[in-house]
């Protein structure tokens, strides 16, 4: 018996690549398989507890070590910078068990695993762009009973989001929900849109990337495959607006055409979120 | 800097981890053995194996070390050790009435079936925090040690005849009584792997006791609590049928001759919560009974639990407990998303702040016109 045991052990130990087993990530191989089949319907998965805590990307780093293989190539992005702290563990942790080569270069990437942002770079179809996603749920807001939720995806019946969408347009003037605005994919499901900002949001529709979300503690995978499209909710006379500050560009590139986050102080001022691409553009500059 | 936007991210992690590595490993006292943390901690090591759900006392300690007693910290370090590793085989299913006791008690009536037997309790021990020297203590230990070893002092924790240690249940006599609403079922469902598949609402009741089991502890008892001084209003009035902590065997098939075979035992603890019905809709004239069970030796959750068990039963799906139940008490999920607060935000939050002052813009638009 422990003989046994011990040569099953031996074999996986031999086996193992990027941490979770073998099992496990069939198991999750099979849940994207249905999301992209169904897109934007959220599967549900056994979501496996990860090294790094949940509500700290488990979910996107569990979609990652499925999908990658020896000669994928992993860019790992937090706030748009693959410097921040989190990106930096992400990033450490799949290429400690992966042995894969890693980049921040988007365009020589193959899988790009994100939280918050889409890289400023086109992706093209060689690119799997990894979602962290926080509140896989987009009703939640209009809705908290479980039960209920499932019944409304399941007959596609959004008219509380609508209501909700229509009563923010009367009282404040515009509608104020900011980031993970809700969409619909394929003209069938609405989703969370992980919170990416709005600015992110065009570049969804009809990409010709494949697009994971991962919602590690909440145990849901779902999908934008490529050429599919992706709509926000908004009405017919009221335009989808991205964020925009007027006369705001970045300090450092110059870019007014990128997503801006701002550095306060008494001189306030702008710089680009995607600090790779920023990086890239103040060189084409110069 | 070095928090999210600057540069050299990876230093100051790295930097941190050696910090909290060095303090750890070299802090200015003497090293704990993983032997001492069960031996000394026996209680925050039950508990952390019951919320890992993982039997493993020594890997439990070296995980309580490593989290520097930060038990929530200790039960992720199990579980995602855990994920790394594949199933090789799946227990069978053990009778709770195989349960060993050492220490078994029953509130409902003063003689019972079976014994009352306190066990290893200090529920009736004046909490007085122990101000003796180190010597002392020390002294006390040694002789304690000398003592067991002469066998002049019974420190055996199990009772002697089968009749003791494998007592007939109390849900038995009520039955007897014909006391019990009989909620037993003819068929044999699978139970519920909540490993495996996400439990959702509307649940099996396998599934519920299951995510009750690896609940975190303080959740469950706060959930429960919630109904005496809070909002919620489930639990009518309780009594407790049992409360059992003793020793289950677990069994297996063996891979190659398929035969069952013992592979040792775990402790458990073991509540059944007797529930006076008093719903219009109910048998007013009988009781119910919720069920706890959780690895190792953890009242408050195992009480908590049968409380909550019988709750969500009579609640019935009118409220949202289950829900509550199923996705609110895991203390990874809830501390883990608490503490991704501290995470940067300031992608979300640009866009927030763009949205007040578009806010702004169109009243100001509104008040022109």
Not at chain 1, 144 to 173: I, Q
Not at chain 1, 216 to 225: D, F, H, L, M, T
Not at chain 1, 230 to 245: G, M, N
Request: overall charge negative; charged content about 25%; some cysteine.
């Amino acid at each position: 018996m422990t003989d046994l045991l011990n040569e099953l052990g031996a074999e996986h130990d031999q086996k193992q690549f990027g941490i979770l087993d073998e099992y496990s990530k069939r198991e999750i191989r099979r849940a994207i398989l249905t999301a992209v089949a169904v897109p934007g319907y959220q599967v549900p998965f056994g979501s496996r507890e990860m090294p790094v805590a949940r509500g700290w990307g488990s979910g996107g780093l569990q979609l990652t070590l499925a999908v990658i293989s020896p000669s994928d190539v992993i860019k790992v992005i937090d706030q748009g910078d693959d410097q921040g702290v989190n990106a930096v563990n992400l990033r450490r942790l799949i290429v400690q068990s992966t042995k894969v080569h890693e980049t921040t270069t988007a365009s020589e990437a193959s899988i790009v695993q994100s939280r918050h942002r889409i890289p400023e770079d086109g992706l093209d179809e060689q690119h799997i762009l990894i979602l962290q996603v926080p509140v896989p749920e987009p009703l939640r807001g209009v809705e908290r009973d479980m039960r209920e939720l499932a019944r409304m995806h399941a007959e596609a019946d959004y008219s509380k989001m609508w209501v909700s969408l229509y009563e923010d347009k009367v009282r404040n003037g515009v509608i104020t929900q900011t980031t993970g605005y809700p969409c619909l994919v394929n003209d069938r499901y609405v989703i969370a849109t992980t919170p990416i900002p709005r600015w992110d949001i065009p570049r969804l529709d009809q990409s010709p990337f494949l697009t994971l979300f991962g919602a590690g503690r909440e145990k849901r995978i779902y999908a934008v495959p490529p050429y599919t499209p992706v709509t926000p909710l908004t009405f017919e006379d009221v335009p989808f607006e991205v964020e925009y500050t007027p006369g705001a560009n970045c300090s450092q590139c110059g870019s007014s055409k990128s997503f801006l986050v701002e550095i306060p102080g008494p001189a306030s001022r702008w710089v680009c979120s995607d600090t790779d691409w920023c990086e890239r553009n103040s060189g084409k500059a110069q | 800097m070095g928090y999210s936007a600057a540069r050299g991210g990876i230093d100051a992690i790295e930097a941190a981890e050696k910090l909290v590595r060095h303090k750890r490993l070299n802090a200015d006292c003497e090293w704990v053995s993983p032997e001492q943390i069960v031996g000394r901690f026996r209680l925050a090591v039950d508990r952390v194996m019951g919320e890992a759900g993982i039997w493993d006392e020594q890997l439990t300690a070296v995980a309580i070390r490593q989290a520097e007693g930060d038990l929530i910290e200790a039960v992720h370090l199990l579980r995602s050790y855990k994920s790394t590793l594949p199933r090789f085989a799946y227990s069978q299913a053990t009778d709770a009435d195989e349960l060993q006791i050492i220490r078994r008690i029953v509130p409902a009536f003063r003689n019972p079936p079976g014994p009352q037997m306190l066990g290893r309790t200090s529920d009736y021990t004046g909490r007085l925090l122990e101000l003796t020297t180190e010597q002392a203590g020390q002294e006390e230990s040694m002789l304690l040690a000398s003592l067991a070893l002469t066998q002049e002092l019974d420190t055996s924790e199990s009772p002697a005849s089968i009749e003791e240690t494998q007592p007939r249940r109390l849900l038995e006599t009520l039955r007897e009584m014909d006391l019990l609403v009989d909620r037993r079922r003819s068929d044999d469902p699978e139970p519920f792997d909540i490993t495996r598949t996400p439990a959702r609402p509307p649940a099996s009741r396998s599934a519920r006791l299951s995510s009750m089991a690896r609940a975190e502890t303080g959740a469950l008892v706060n959930q429960w609590y919630r109904n005496i001084l809070g909002p919620d209003g489930y639990v009518h009035e309780v009594t407790l049928g049992e409360v059992r902590h003793g020793y289950l065997p677990l069994r297996i098939n063996h891979p190659l001759t398929g035969n069952a075979i013992s592979i040792g035992n775990i402790r458990a603890t073991e509540v059944e919560a007797i529930e006076d019905l008093n719903g219009i809709d109910e048998q007013r004239d009988r009781f119910d009974i919720g069920y706890g069970l959780c690895l190792g030796h953890n009242e408050k959750k195992a009480i908590a639990m049968a409380n909550l068990d019988i709750a969500c039963h009579r609640d019935n799906g009118r409220s949202q407990l289950e829900q509550s139940l199923l996705l609110t008490t895991d203390g990874l999920d809830s501390s883990g998303f608490l503490e991704h607060l501290k995470l940067p935000h300031y992608v979300t939050f640009r866009s927030m702040v763009e949205r007040k002052l578009a806010v702004r813009d169109s009243k100001n638009r509104e008040r022109a016109t």
